[in-house]
């Protein structure tokens, strides 16, 4: 059995269970198509149920994706407010329209502040 060298932090995003025999850890870019048609993401949650933990992490290729980092600021800020994975899927099925009006309208559709959001700009940037 693999340990992860990063563990799990509370600043990863998981799905499934804690306890759950396998923990898949994905790294990925939001601005990436090709992510978006490998990452069924769903699919595999259910069919794994009980036996899979699913692990999120960024993994920014700004310089080939100019989004990526704003795009991921997003989703960040909507799961500063519980809201990250409703915020990741938008943001996936909209890639090709990634913007900060696409942003704010994401985060009114998802009961967030658009205000918020522009405020808090920069305060989830990556490092």
């Known amino acids: 059995m693999t340990t992860l060298r990063t563990p799990v932090t509370l600043e990863d995003h998981v799905q499934g269970p804690e306890d ?6 994905e790294y990925e870019t939001t601005n990436a198509p090709l992510w978006a048609r490998l990452s069924p993401r769903q699919t595999r949650l259910k069919h794994f149920g ?3 933990r699913f692990l999120f992490r960024n993994f920014l290729l700004s ?4 989004h990526a980092e704003s795009a991921a600021e997003g989703a960040e800020f909507a799961g500063a407010q519980g809201k990250y994975w409703e915020m990741h899927d938008l ?8 913007s900060e009006p696409l942003y ?3 985060a009114e559709e998802l009961s967030l502040s658009p205000a ?5 700009e920069g305060k989830y ?3």
């Open 20 to 25: 759950a025999q396998v923990t898949l850890l």
């Open 91 to 98: 943001l996936f099925e909209n890639q090709e329209r990634l």
């Open 63 to 66: 310089e080939m994706h100019p």
């Open 116 to 120: 918020a959001l522009r405020l808090e």
């Open 50 to 52: 009980k036996w899979l």
């Open 104 to 106: 704010s309208g994401l």
């Open 125 to 127: 940037k990556h490092s």
